[in-house]
Nanobody, 121 residues
Framework: QVQLVESGGGLVQPGGSLRLSCAAS????????????MSWYRQAPGKERILVAA????????NYADSVKGRFTISRDNTKNTVHLQMTSLKPEDTAVYYC??????????WGQGTQVTVSS
């Protein structure tokens, strides 16, 4: 019942910035957006899907892959059921399909359909 819709992907020059957004909906009385840990994954052609950034439900602690630490920032707005990924100093190796992910207690999870990010000159 939960739907995640990503937006904000596109083509950007190396060194540029891009802001991805994830709009979540379909939550019920059994669980709400604020109860889910949110994260962004990415998958490049021929490679496995990897975790890029994560943010916890209530406290909002964050975790980043070493490859993006210092360049990417994940944030959430529990009043709007949205998650964002601010990407700066983009590199060609950041090129991938980026997926929004919602997780609760590591037993209930949902995926967005993904948005393409291409970093190229």
């Amino acid at each position: 019942q939960v739907q995640l819709v990503e937006s904000g992907g596109g083509l950007v020059q190396p060194g540029g910035s891009l802001r991805l957004s994830c709009a979540a909906s379909g939550f019920t009385s059994g669980y709400t957006f604020s109860n889910f840990a949110m994260s962004w994954y990415r998958q490049a052609p021929g490679k496995e899907r990897i975790l890029v950034a994560a943010i916890t439900s209530a406290i909002g602690r964050t975790n980043y892959a070493d490859s993006v630490k210092g360049r990417f920032t994940i944030s959430r707005d529990n009043t709007k059921n949205t998650v964002h990924l601010q990407m700066t100093s983009l590199k060609p190796e950041d090129t991938a399909v980026y997926y929004c992910h919602a997780n609760r207690n590591n037993i209930l999870a949902f995926w967005g359909q993904g948005t393409q990010v291409t970093v190229s000159s």
